[in-house]
Nanobody, 122 residues
């Protein structure tokens, strides 16, 4: 069992930055690949970025490449999403997820956090 709690969301102006954190717990969480997903109002949940168990491999949605960076610190039981050059279309609820294998998507994620709201004003 893996428990995930997101934090760091908020309201930011276009062009600004935010850093999301995901605190993970559970005896085997370090053996899981981790990811960030988002869901905007009226839209389906979509991949933002995923990272392998060791952090050596990452995958990003085309829409965030070059602006967002996913990282993990296994010693601190945490996964991060650094978001730069934010755009109004990045507004969504952002969810942390875990899966035994990497890469993974919305349909295959085993565990989910409850999400944190990110709002980007124009």
């Amino acid at each position: 069992q893996v428990q995930l709690v997101e934090s760091g969301g908020g309201l930011v102006q276009a062009g600004g930055s935010l850093r999301l954190s995901c605190a993970a717990s559970g005896r085997t969480w370090r053996t899981y690949a981790m990811g960030w997903f988002r869901q905007a109002p009226g839209k389906e949940r979509e991949l933002v970025a995923t990272i392998s168990r060791t952090g050596g491999s990452t995958d990003y949605a085309n829409s965030v490449k070059g602006r967002f960076t996913i990282s993990r610190d296994n010693a601190k039981n945490s996964v991060y999403l650094q978001m730069n050059s934010l755009k109004p279309e990045d507004t969504a609820i952002y969810y942390c997820a875990a899966n035994p294998t990497w890469p993974f998507g919305v349909s295959t994620a085993n565990y989910w956090g409850k999400g944190t709201q990110v709002t980007v004003s124009s």
